[in-house]
């Protein structure tokens, strides 16, 4: 038995060893990726990684927050009854109250029931602070010719300083109407309420519900 496994030693050997290279071909074949192989493979995952990175972006632009609004100088006009009248730059988000302020503030006989200080202001904007006592003056009053707002005392018309051409802006009042008006508070002093124009010659009551939303006598 000896004998026999030292002749076909050598032979027993060599095909053990040729099966284990062919095992081991088959194996790299199966298991192990050619090079054309690692690179598609490279190639996907940068792919998928590229891919992965796109979306992140996407998802965080649908985040981001808008951008916070810049502080733009405005500038306002703030007349009537404040220790410094006059036209002052003030920034956008900035209220009535701030003008106020930066105006120095109401004098003793201002009607701040009138003024309406939590208001926005707007460029342009006029902000009118009237006394106790001034009559027809509507609660706002502020104006800016970028806002549809508008002021009640700075759009009427003041029976008691207004020009002949500006009196004939109003409802129903022609030249003939307007010069009866200026020779009225000539002769009789000025109005002391907007009720006084039905004395008038040419007024009614019918002229004055035309045109009471139209005229003031506030100084």
Known sequence: ???????????????????????????????????????????????????????????????????????????????????????????????VIDAVETAGGFLDDADTRKVNLASLLTDEMVIIVPREGDEEVGEVLIKSSNSPETVSAASKVNINSASEAELTTLTGVGPAKAKAIIDYRTDHGLFKSIEEIMNVTGFGEKSFEKLKDEITVAN
Request: negative net charge.
């Open 1 to 95: 038995m000896k004998e026999l496994w030292y002749v076909h030693k050598t032979k027993v050997l060599i095909v053990i060893g040729v099966f284990v290279l062919f095992c081991f071909f088959i194996w790299s074949r199966l298991y192990v990726p050619t090079e054309t192989q690692a690179e598609q493979q490279v190639s996907l995952l940068m792919e998928a990684a590229e891919a992965e990175m796109e979306e992140d972006l996407e998802i965080n632009d649908g985040k981001q927050e808008s951008p916070q609004p810049i502080n733009i100088e405005v500038l306002i006009d703030i007349k009537g009854a404040v220790f410094r009248p006059g036209v002052y730059k003030m920034k956008t988000g900035d209220r």
